[in-house]
């Protein structure tokens, strides 16, 4: 059975179908608000505003094959609800232990990955969006503008602004440790 | 440096971190939100003025409206809302149940004394639904509950046949030369994935049920074993294992778009020779992972034992799941329940160990806990023959012992079962939309 088949028949009232289709998104949904909110708590809030939000609304997408566009601007909406609604709280983003990685070359791509989330985390909620709906969700930026609300010069220009600040903040925070001496350990 | 126009590493950096950094998985509060929308109500269609108007005059003020009498438009509106709910009440009456996950239990299809058979639940009375030359066995209903396969043999030939739920519109699609084979539907219920022997090889094609040339896949350098599951939710994948010429066992993603066909890349270490290594593989319900059978030496004890393992879609992520406290105890062939939170299991010792016995077992399929026993124990080790399968809404578990012919219905909460008196053959039961 398609996804459009599936999207159909969610839209008839078929229960079985939206759980088939949201669990087949859910994945991306809650990694997509964890980045966004920074909060596993209101990634979960968001998450079920947007889902419930799909269920109740769904009858009214007009074209099926754009429903993973659909949920995502949804997600999205949530998120930026969420942020404005609460207060904000400490992230909450997991962090592995560098003792589970064995190579130094595993180290270094630990550190990438912790300097990216903190450079992420120093963005606006709403920048923060555009770049998780560009670089995460893969969409073109046309298309994240359009989710957004916002004009593609817009976009575009949030998007240059947010990635000069990420690169900014990680060129200021990562700097590489000296060799120890007597060469590298075997 | 060489720098290619509009790519920068950079951004691709960043697109990786956020890959590792999310871990994205189904999240565990995912069933707490649909319980919630399964007790939310949909906003009819009819409320969503930007259906069949354009978004602007959706949202522009509506003073075209002023001047327009009243009574006509509430006429109108009316009888639009009668139409509206007719058409709702025939289209619910035409819905058939998805492929995958929960259903409503319809017919129970038997074999019987060469014949097939239905009735409508465990303690009904049957009726003969299918006669014909030599013996009719293994009926299968399709996904959508409209189909029965079945097997017809013919003074020793296997004829693969199907007709209508009721019996009626019979019709061969395959003749099986000797040898193992399997089919098993496509999850449109308009097709059938099969491995028959030809030519004493084992050969993979989609078998359609309207008559027309089945299409033949192949798996490069690999043979196709009878191991064949469809991928869900939108059942256009197929996983098949395959053996290779080196003897070692892999399995094989057929993408359902048309795109090269590729291996997992699982160990295999034919402890117990290519029969078994990474067979039974079963889909989780999300389409994600994949659960199957591993055979490995048990470090702890020395012992060389069937143990049930999960492993990513790309075959990433490989784990074992808490089996057996006792190494003399065999854990294979995982059956995921109808809405996908149970596993299924096979359990037996060997007949070297005092005669050995065969049972089923399920436990939680996130791994949280090890298996629980439920019903009968049947005597004879690694012979009982068992085969086993979910009723489509999950409440009973049907399992068919080989050697002592019998079939049992087992309640997979309290592990209480009876015999079944009418039938010595595993029963397939229809699924019917919720």
């Known amino acids: 059975m398609s996804g459009r088949e599936l999207v159909e028949r969610a839209q008839r009232g078929d229960h079985d179908a939206f759980a088939v289709l949201a669990t087949a998104a859910s994945a991306r949904l809650d990694a997509a608000a964890r980045l966004i909110l920074r909060d596993r708590e209101l990634a979960r809030d968001a998450v079920q505003n947007a889902l419930v939000r799909a269920w109740r609304d769904l009858p009214g997408l007009r074209d099926p094959d754009r429903f993973d566009a659909w949920l995502h601007r949804l997600l999205v909406n949530a998120c930026l609800d969420e942020a404005r609604r609460r207060r904000r709280r400490p992230a909450e983003v997991e962090m592995l232990s560098t003792a589970m990685f064995s190579t130094a070359g595993e180290v270094h791509h630990l550190a990438d990955r912790d300097l990216v989330e903190r450079a992420l985390g120093r963005l606006e909620p709403e920048n923060r969006a555009l770049v998780v709906l560009h670089y995460y969700l893969g969409y073109a930026v046309p298309d994240a503008a359009a989710s957004l609300g916002i004009s593609l010069p817009a976009a575009k220009s949030r998007l240059h602004r947010a990635l000069a600040a990420m690169r900014h903040a990680l060129t200021s925070e990562f700097t590489p440790t000296a060799e120890p001496e007597g060469g590298r350990i075997s | ?434």
Do not use: C
């Open chain 2, 1 to 434: 440096m060489t720098a290619f126009p509009g790519f920068d590493p950079f951004e691709r950096r960043i697109s990786e971190a956020f890959e590792e950094i999310t871990d994205a998985r189904r999240p565990d509060y995912l069933d707490d939100i649909l319980q919630l929308t399964a007790r939310t109500s949909q906003r009819p269609r009819w409320t969503f003025p930007e259906r069949w108007l354009p978004v602007d005059l959706a949202t522009r003020r509506p003073t075209a409206l002023m001047g327009v009498r009243l009574r006509p438009m509430l006429l109108f509106i009316a009888l639009a809302l009668v139409l509206a709910a007719l058409a709702a009440s025939y289209v619910g009456s035409q819905r058939t149940p998805l492929p995958f996950g929960l259903a409503r239990n319809g017919l129970i299809a038997y074999p019987k004394d060469g014949a097939l058979y239905v009735r409508n639940a465990l303690d009904a009375d049957g009726h003969l639904i299918l006669r014909g030359e030599g013996t009719l066995s293994s009926p299968y209903f399709s996904p959508d509950g409209k189909l029965l396969g079945y097997v017809q043999t013919i003074a020793g030939v296997d004829h693969l046949m199907v007709a209508n739920a009721d019996g009626s519109n019979v019709r061969e699609l395959l003749k099986m030369p000797v040898g193992d084979w399997n089919a098993v539907w496509r999850p449109d219920s308009r097709a059938l994935a099969a491995v028959v022997q030809a030519n004493l090889s084992p050969r993979l094609s989609i078998v359609p049920i309207d008559g027309s040339a089945p299409t033949p896949i192949e798996l490069g350098s690999a043979v196709p074993t009878t191991d064949l599951a469809w991928r869900p939710p939108a059942g256009e994948d197929l996983l098949v294992r395959g053996r290779r010429d080196d003897r070692t066992v892999d399995m094989f993603i057929v993408p359902g778009d048309g795109s090269p066909v590729h291996a997992l890349g699982l160990p295999s270490e034919l402890l117990f020779g290519t029969d078994w290594d990474n067979s039974g593989p079963v889909w989780t319900l999300d389409g994600a992972r994949i659960a199957y059978n591993r055979v490995a030496i048990d470090p702890a004890s020395g012992i060389t034992n069937f143990r049930v393992h999960i492993v990513n879609a790309d075959g990433t992520g490989d784990q074992a799941l808490p089996g057996p406290a006792d190494p003399k105890v065999m854990e294979a062939w995982p059956a995921f329940s109808p809405d996908g939170r149970t596993i299924l299991v096979h359990r037996w010792t060997w007949k070297s160990n005092n005669g050995g016995e065969g049972w089923v077992a399920v436990l939680p399929a996130d791994g949280s806990g090890p298996a629980r026993d439920i019903g009968p124990r049947i005597p004879g080790g690694e012979d009982t023959g068992l085969i086993k399968t979910w009723s489509p809404d999950g409440t009973r578990v049907l399992m068919r012992s080989d050697n002592t012919r019998e079939a049992f219905s087992i309640d997979p909460m309290t592990g209480a079962y009876e015999r079944l008196d009418w039938t010595s053959d595993l029963p397939d039961w229809q699924r019917v939309a919720r």
